[in-house]
C-alpha cells in the first residue's frame, strides 16, 4: 500500500506543474499528462502517486489558464463586441473581476459535481448502450442548438458555414500520422495542432496589430448577484456533465447552450459575459471530476488526463467494458482517492488563481505586445511541430486559416468543436 504522505507529495508536485501549464501560454496539461506517462517509468514513485500528480496539474491547469487568456489576444477598443467575453471584461478594466468569478464558479461547480458524478456515472453506465448507439444523434443536437443559439439570421448561417468547415477540416485531418518528438510512442496526435491552431492562433493573430494597451485593471467587485452567480456555476455543471460524457463537446459549447445563447464571442452584455466566465470555469472544473468518474465507473476516459492515468494503468483501450471496467480498473487509484485529489487541487487551485493571477495581469499588461503575442504564436506552431511533427505544423497553420472565419462572419468560435463532434456525428 502507498503512503499517503507519498501521494501527497506527488499530489503537491502535480499543482505547482498545473500552475505551470496553466500560466505558460501555448502550453496545455494534456500534452504535459502524456509526456509524465512517457517518463513514469523512470520516475522514483508508485503508479498511484504518479497518477495523482498527472491528476492534481489537470485540476489546478483549469483554474490557472484563464489567466494567460484574458490579457493574450485582447483586441482594441473598436473591435471589442465581437470579442470573447474574458477579453471584453478586461477592455472594461475588470480583468480582477473576471479572475474572481472563474474562481468562485469553479469552486461552486466542483461542490456541484463532486455531490452528484457517481449517481450520475452510475446512471450514464446503466444507459451506456442506448448512449453510444444515439450518440451521432445527439451530437447532431447539440451543433443544432449551437446555430441556433446564435441571435441573428446572419449569425446562424455564419455559425452553420463555420461548423460545415470544422467538419471538414476533421475529416481531412484527425486521422493523419503524428510522430512528435515530445510525445511518447503511440501518444501522438493531431489534435494538440488542431485546437491550437483553431482557438489559439486567430485570436493573437487578431490581436498582433491591435491598437492601444491593455488598461488598467480596477475592478474586483463581482458584478453578478448571488443568485446569478450560482445559476450560472450551476450551469456550468450541467454542461460539464455534457462534456464529460459526450465526446466533442468543449466546456465553450456547454457554457453557451447552458445559458440559453448568452456570452459567447458574438456581441453581448456585460452581465451575460460576466455569467459566461462563471459558467465556462465551472463546466472546466466540473469536467475534470466527471472525466475521473467515467474513467473509474465506464473505464472510459473523456479527457487527456484521464487518457493519462489510463494509459498509466497499464489498461486496455478506452472502450473497456464489463466488471473490470466497473470496478475502476482501467484507473490507478480507486475513485474515492481520486476524488481526494481532485478536491485537494481544487482548494489550492482557488488560492493560486486569486493569488497569483492578478500579479500575472500587472505584469502581463506591461510588457511589449507586439512580442508577447508573437513569441506566442511561435511557441504554438514549435509545440504543434513537437507533439505531431512537420506534418503538424501544416496543420495547425490550416487550422489556423479556418479558425480567422467565425469573427468574420459574426458567429461564435464554438462553432469550430464541429471538428470533432461533427465527424462523429456522421457516423466516422
Known amino acids: 500500500m502507498v503512503s499517503p504522505t507519498i501521494t501527497l507529495a506527488f499530489a503537491l508536485c502535480g499543482v505547482a506543474l498545473g500552475t505551470l501549464t496553466g500560466l505558460l501560454p501555448g502550453l496545455h496539461v494534456n500534452s504535459v499528462a502524456f509526456l509524465l506517462v512517457g517518463i513514469a517509468p523512470g520516475i522514483d514513485g508508485p503508479p498511484t502517486a504518479v497518477g495523482a500528480a498527472i491528476l492534481a496539474a489537470g485540476v489546478v491547469h483549469t483554474f490557472l489558464s484563464i489567466v494567460p487568456g484574458l490579457v493574450l489576444g485582447v483586441p482594441d477598443a473598436a473591435t471589442a463586441p465581437g470579442a470573447l467575453p474574458g477579453h471584453r471584461l478586461v477592455l472594461a478594466g475588470c480583468g480582477r473581476e473576471a479572475i474572481r468569478l472563474s474562481a468562485v464558479g469553479s469552486g461552486i461547480a466542483l461542490v456541484g459535481a463532486v455531490a452528484v458524478a457517481l449517481p450520475l456515472s452510475h446512471a450514464v453506465a446503466a444507459g451506456r448502450a442506448w448512449l453510444l448507439a444515439a450518440l451521432p444523434v445527439l451530437l447532431a443536437v447539440v451543433a443544432g442548438l449551437l446555430v441556433l443559439a446564435e441571435p441573428t439570421r446572419r449569425a446562424r448561417l455564419g455559425g452553420l458555414l463555420c461548423l460545415v468547415v470544422a467538419t ?54 463581482l458584478g453578478l448577484s448571488v443568485t446569478e452567480t450560482v445559476r450560472a456555476a450551476l450551469s456550468g455543471v450541467g454542461g460539464g456533465a455534457l462534456v464529460g460524457y459526450l465526446p466533442g463537446v468543449s466546456a465553450g459549447v456547454a457554457a453557451v447552450l447552458a445559458l440559453g445563447g448568452a456570452g459567447g464571442s458574438g456581441p453581448a452584455g456585460r452581465g451575460s459575459d460576466r455569467a459566461y466566465v462563471v459558467a465556462t470555469s465551472g463546466a472546466d472544473t466540473a469536467t475534470a471530476v466527471f472525466a475521473v468518474a467515467s474513467l473509474a465507473v465506464l473505464g472510459a476516459p473523456r479527457s487527456g488526463v484521464t487518457v493519462a492515468l489510463e494509459s498509466l494503468a497499464g489498461a486496455g483501450s478506452s472502450s473497456a ?36 493571477g492578478e500579479r500575472y495581469l500587472l505584469v502581463v499588461r506591461r510588457l511589449p505586445r507586439r512580442p508577447l503575442v508573437l513569441g506566442v504564436l511561435g511557441l504554438l506552431f514549435a509545440l504543434a511541430v513537437g507533439f505531431a511533427g512537420p506534418l503538424g505544423g501544416a496543420v495547425f497553420c490550416l487550422a489556423a486559416v479556418v479558425g480567422l472565419m467565425p469573427p468574420r462572419v459574426g458567429a461564435r468560435r464554438v462553432h469550430l468543436m464541429g471538428v470533432l463532434f461533427g465527424p462523429i456525428a456522421l457516423g466516422w
Open 321 to 356: 467494458t464489463g466488471a473490470s471496467a466497473a470496478a475502476g480498473a482501467t484507473a490507478p487509484m480507486p475513485l474515492a482517492e481520486m476524488l481526494l485529489v481532485v478536491v485537494l487541487a481544487a482548494g489550492l487551485g482557488i488560492a493560486v488563481l486569486l493569488i497569483v
Open 168 to 221: 471538414g477540416l476533421g475529416f481531412l485531418r484527425l486521422d493523419l500520422p503524428a510522430t512528435g518528438v515530445l510525445t511518447p510512442d503511440g501518444a501522438a496526435s493531431m489534435l494538440a495542432p488542431i485546437f491550437g491552431g483553431l482557438f489559439g492562433a486567430p485570436i493573437l493573430v487578431d490581436a498582433v496589430d491591435a491598437d492601444g494597451a491593455v488598461p488598467p485593471q480596477e475592478g474586483t467587485t
